[in-house]
């Protein structure tokens, strides 16, 4: 069978409705990892959808429990066709957020897939359901057409924890790296840079949440009688917060700020301009680092967001000086910043202009990732994708948000490719979120052609990208 007999077949398959089927099943199920109540759905998922699917492709399933998290599971299915074949592992992951159920539009539900014109709503469709049944029926192409064969060695990896933050992740990546030794890592997640573009990313940004506090006394005293005389710690945070990024939204922590920008990754975002479209918000084109492109600012630079201030009651004000206030703040960074060390590099600034008084506090943060755009995987996937589907695809650096890549391509260190099946207006984490089917059609057309490239050309791929490694003294 050629390329383009079986791109005809894996296009007829989806079309003849099958795809949204599955779909539809597994957006019913109420997968939330948000809620405690929800432990027996989330087993549910990976018991009756994931391993009878991956069962029939001739997958081996081992359950790994979650060290962390208990009632938020691991499953890893493993097809081992020859040692000696190139071994991919993709990654996927089966919760979701809260289905949000009575704020969603008059008609649609949450767990139940509706479809209008382009869209398929539903929770999960988009973030991750959706994505990683693409990549499932990508190998069931594969599967069929080379005769109950992949040409690779093939381990997937579903958890039940992304939306909280992953736990238990990292530390399973390292008590069994063993188990989940690859050569190649490929997913998909997050959204592509616009829907009419297919998207490669190599990585993502990190983020890392602190809690800035001040606490000036044990209560509140009476703004009449005491006003002028007891500091408000209300007004000393937020002019604390000011040194720290100044009105324009442009970051004046210089320790946090991330090296500059080199010309290669210049080179890469020159050729991505950030849309607008009607579902999202507008761009305020004055706010961020000066000298820098919105795409710039929004994939190569840190930026620190204010997520929550309090100070008093904002339910109901009364007349009197708080005691206390507290901010949460988040740096979201590209690799090169020494986030780790945020707690003393705020308290050191903060201390330089005379707020001393600020306690600060790290509540949680993960790494940047990235993987080299130079090195030949990369072209390879962009390739493949350019003649598939017609189009140029958009290059990303980086994720502008986070994903846990950095438990793949730092703990399991693996070469790291993302192929997103959503778009940014998909209504992710939000009401109405939905697949478009036009996205996910071509993304099974773009995951069976990088697949069966894998599998007739797997071995010279990977030795290019150990060839490239060594050169560059990175192994």
Known sequence: MTIEQLLAQ??????????????????????????????????????????????????TLTAIENPVAPQRPFLLAARIEDAALPTLLCYGHGDVVFGDDENWRQGLNPWQLTEEGDRWYGRGSADNKGQHSV?????????AARGRKLGFNCKFLFEMGEEISSPGLAQICRDHSELLRADIFIASDG???????????????????????????????????????????????????????????????????????????????????????????????????????????????????????????????????????????????????????IE????????????????????????????DPRNPLVDWALEAMREVSGKKPALLPNLGGSLPNDVFAHILDLPTLWVPHSYPACGQHAVDEHMLQSIAREGLLLMTRLLWDLGKKGDRLLASHRNFRQQEGTQ
């Open 191 to 341: 959204p592509r840079f616009s829907a009419e573009r297919p998207t490669l990313f190599l990585g993502s940004r990190g983020a890392v949440n602190v809690r800035l506090s001040i606490k000036a006394r044990d209560r509140d005293y009476h703004s009449g009688n005491w006003g002028g005389l007891l500091t408000n710690p209300g007004t000393q945070l937020a002019n604390a917060f000011a040194t720290l990024v100044n009105q324009h939204g442009q970051l004046q922590v210089d320790a946090l700020k991330p090296p500059p920008l080199t010309a290669e990754v210049r080179a890469i975002l020159e050729d991505i301009a950030i849309q607008q479209s009607e579902d999202g918000p507008q761009i305020d084109p004055h706010w961020g680092q000066e000298g820098l492109t919105p795409t710039e600012r929004l994939y190569g630079w840190n930026t620190l967001e204010m997520l929550s201030f309090i100070t008093g009651n904002p339910a109901r004000p009364m007349n009197a000086i708080p005691g206390s206030a507290t901010a949460v703040c988040q740096l979201r960074f590209v690799v090169g910043t020494d986030w780790e060390n």
């Open 344 to 371: 003393r590099h705020l308290q050191e600034h903060l201390a330089a202009r005379g707020f001393n008084q600020v306690e600060i506090k790290l509540l949680r943060g993960s790494p940047a990732t990235r993987l």
């Open 135 to 143: 990549n499932i029926a990508a190998l069931e192409q594969i599967y």
């Open 10 to 59: 894996a296009a007829a398959w989806f079309d003849s409705g099958e795809f949204k089927r599955v779909l539809a099943r597994r957006v019913a199920i109420r997968s939330e990892s948000q809620r405690e109540d929800r432990d027996a759905e989330l087993r549910h998922y990976l018991d009756h959808e994931i391993a009878p699917a991956m069962q029939a492709l001739g997958f």
